[in-house]
């Protein structure tokens, strides 16, 4: 087996990236993205995503992320009427908050810093009420009405990446979801789902192949650029996951695992308590895997992943995971040939080294 390579610079995962290669909008259908396939032997293969199911085992199990991205994005004025922008991450129970209120860790964004007792006036929507002083990790906690999910949903705008140049539109709070999306929580998609299809779903189970979920709310850390120049350095932010029994009962069987996505594979490899076996309920991960840490996969054999930045968490992994030569190699034929990359762009399918 091809060991990947530990390269601890972040430069050692910078590739050139044509920015028109850059997807500002979803395919016209979920499954008309093309599918790059990097073979077990390092060979590279064009394919379209409607393929998928010839190019896995037969006795494979498919496990997907069922997260649903929540309107994450809020805009509001504080009394002063200096613009603020808050991005929910995830509700903190452990802090007390108002009665009828709950709280949120947010990221803020305004030009002066944000106090405790301070409001922020939402437009046509109740005010928020400032909770706490800035964390170490950037965020601060704010009181949302109710469990906040509601007025999320009235008041807040889908979080799409920084990298998409446009403001979010009524179709995105459809169409950045996966066809699995059912437990709200993330700030972003589980982006290799959004290829997904009722149809390529059914010829998957014709061949045999199981479908099964875990979840894994995805935080704004897994897309938070490494600032050390060293990426053993690097700590990543914390998400929350869940394994359901009937996942772990499937996985147990010892048949090939599919991951779709980083994200699904995040949470399998987490929650692994040794080969095929994983740990059922609820948890919390740090997990960063790159060449060099260490980490020994137990869980997932085979990954479905979109194409992703250069220097990030998430390369870093497909690179543990596939090899590094052989996935960087994958991705300077992905640019000559035109793939679109990141959440919108298209896929790759890649097997574990």
């Keep these: 087996m091809l060991a990947s390579s530990p390269l601890f610079a972040p430069s050692d995962y910078a590739f050139e990236l044509p920015p028109e290669l850059v997807a500002q909008e979803p395919a016209a259908t979920r499954d008309a993205s093309r599918l790059l396939h990097l073979s077990p032997d390092g060979a590279i293969a064009d394919h379209r995503f409607t393929e998928l199911a010839q190019l896995l085992p037969s006795d494979a199990i498919l496990i997907a992320n069922d997260t649903r991205v929540i309107p994450a994005r809020v805009r509001g ?15 903190d129970p452990t802090l007390p908050s108002p009665d009828g ?30 909770l706490t002083e800035r964390a170490v990790d950037g ?88 600032r050390e120049p060293d990426v053993r350095a690097h700590r990543m932010h914390r998400e929350r996951y869940i394994i359901p ?7 147990a069987t010892g048949r090939p695992v599919v991951s779709l996505g980083t994200t699904a594979l995040r949470a399998l490899e987490a929650a692994a308590t040794g080969p095929s076996r994983l740990a059922v309920g609820p948890g919390a991960t740090e997990i960063f895997i790159y060449p060099g840490s260490g980490h020994s996969f137990q869980i997932v054999d085979h990954l479905i992943t979109n194409f992703h930045l ?28 035109g793939y679109r990359f990141y959440s919108y762009g298209d896929a790759s399918l890649v097997h574990r080294a």
């Design 77 to 91: 004025h504080k009394p002063s009427g200096g613009a603020v922008e808050l991005l929910f991450l995830e509700p």
């Design 101 to 130: 209120t709950s709280a949120w860790r947010c990221l803020a964004r305004a030009r002066r810093p944000l106090r405790p007792a301070q409001t922020i006036a939402i437009e046509g929507g109740p005010e928020l009420v400032i």
């Design 139 to 226: 965020s601060i906690a704010v009181a949302a009405p109710g469990d906040g999910l509601g007025f999320l949903d009235a008041h807040g705008h889908i979080p799409l990446p920084g990298y998409i140049h446009r403001e979010d539109r009524a179709d995105d709070r459809e169409r950045y979801q996966t066809m699995f999306a059912r437990t709200p929580g993330a700030i972003a998609a589980p982006t290799a789902g959004l290829h997904m299809t009722p149809a390529i779903a059914a010829q998957l189970a014709a061949r045999g192949v199981a479908l099964a979920t875990v979840t894994l709310h995805v935080g704004w850390g897994t897309f938070a650029p490494i």
């Design 245 to 251: 029994e009937a996942t772990a009962a499937l996985v």
């Design 310 to 337: 250069p220097e990030s968490t998430l390369l870093m992994l497909v690179c543990a995971f596939a090899g590094t030569d052989r996935v960087l190699a994958a991705y300077r034929h992905a640019t000559a040939a």
